[in-house]
Structure formats: C-alpha cells, structure tokens
C-alpha cells in the first residue's frame, strides 16, 4: 500500500551480494529490499517476521559496513550515503524499543556504529553527517523519550571517541555547531535535546583542556 516501500533510497545500485550459482556467482543487488525490511522490522504486527526482519537488518548493515571497511580508499568514498539517511533514523528508533529483542540487537549496534564512524570517517563525511544527523533528528522527537535518551548518549559516545583523534578541534567543532543550532532553535524539543546533549558530552570535554580553555 505504502508505494515508498518499492523505491530505492539511491538511484544508483549500491548493496551489491555475489551469490555462488553452482562453479560460478552472479551479483544480485539488494537495495529494493532494505526499505520494506526496514518496515517490517519496526512495524510487523506479527513477532516472527519482525525478529527475522531484525536479524537481515542487522546483517546488512554490518555487510555494508564491512565492504567500506575493507575496501578503503579504493571505492566511492561515500557509497551508502543515501541510503544511511533514510535507514539510521530507523536503527535508532529500532534501538529504543520497548521489546527487549528488538532493543538489544540494535542498541549495541548503535553504540557501535557511532564509534566506528568517529575514528574511520571524518565529521563532515556524507556518511558520518547521514549519522549525525539521525542522532540530532532522535534528540526532539516528542513522544519517544528513550529515542531522545539514546541518541544523546550516543553523541556523547561520538564525541568521546573524537577527543581522541588527532584533529580533535575539527571534528568537536562539527558536534558542537550541532547542538548549537538547537540550542538557539525556537522549536522547545529541540533546545531541550541540545541541553541533554551537553549533559552527556560535558565528562568528556572537561578532560580535553585545549576544548575546555576555548568552548567553555
């Protein structure tokens, strides 16, 4: 019914899986499937097909991961980009579930994520923004408190894993102009999200004096 569900986040093929076919292997490409995956991992009324919708997500997304990882410099240096801007709002919301099976395989998964993408990605990466940006957008949702919780914690984990790169002002400044621009919004949730942000980063910026001596 949700016509969504049958397009593609990018216009470019991106999720590409080599399946071996008796000696040899065709690629197939697995983009079409990761909007209704997504649906049905946040929505199935029917809890089996919700874990098993889950558990592809999951792995999809530690695939992608895993081919930017090894792939390096090599390839399109921001492949899943489009497709991170649409799938990590759902990783979050997904992370903040009420149902525990739900919740404990993306909450870590999060966490992860957020860790992986401040040593490997700079802050203004497309893909590193597409994360940022998820986290921001989790920190002024109304009517999900453990949403705004998790997505302030993990900001604070990105910026704790930032302090100890060795550009850390860089990419502190790109955190910080975040959380800036919703404290002087005029929207409440959103100065509301920018004060628990602060109140999670604050353990680790008081550590780093260079930040403390010119922010503070």
């Known amino acids: ?3 969504d569900l049958n397009l593609s986040w990018d216009t ?3 999720v590409k899986v080599a399946l071996p076919l008796h000696t040899s292997k065709f690629d197939t490409y697995l983009d079409p499937l990761i909007p209704r995956i997504l649906y ?7 809890r089996r097909i919700r874990v098993v919708a889950c558990e592809l997500l999951h792995s999809l997304i530690l695939f992608m991961i895993g081919n930017n990882a090894q792939a390096g410099r090599k390839r399109d240096s921001m492949p899943f980009s489009k497709i991170y801007q649409k799938l990590f709002p759902g ?3 997904l992370a903040a579930e009420v149902e525990p099976v739900v919740q404990q395989v993306f909450e870590p998964l999060g966490k992860q994520l957020v860790r992986w993408f401040a040593r490997s990605r700079g802050a203004e990466h497309p893909e590193t923004v597409a994360l940022l940006d998820a986290l921001m957008q ?3 949702e109304e009517s999900n408190a453990a949403l705004r919780k998790i997505s302030a914690s993990c900001i604070a984990e990105f910026a704790k894993e930032v302090l100890s790169q060795p550009q850390v ?3 502190f400044k790109s955190i910080l102009r975040r959380i800036e621009t919703f404290a002087n919004h005029p929207h409440t949730h959103k100065r ?3 004060v628990a942000c602060i109140r999670e980063i604050l353990p680790s910026l008081s ?3 260079e930040l403390v001596d010119r922010f503070y």
């Open 91 to 93: 990783i979050y919301r």
């Open 40 to 46: 049905l991992a946040e929505h199935s009324t029917h």
């Open 169 to 171: 002002l860089q990419h």
């Open 1 to 3: 019914k949700n016509k």
């Open 138 to 140: 989790g920190l002024c």
């Open 192 to 194: 509301m999200g920018a």
């Open 12 to 14: 470019e093929p991106r």
């Open 207 to 209: 550590l780093n004096q």
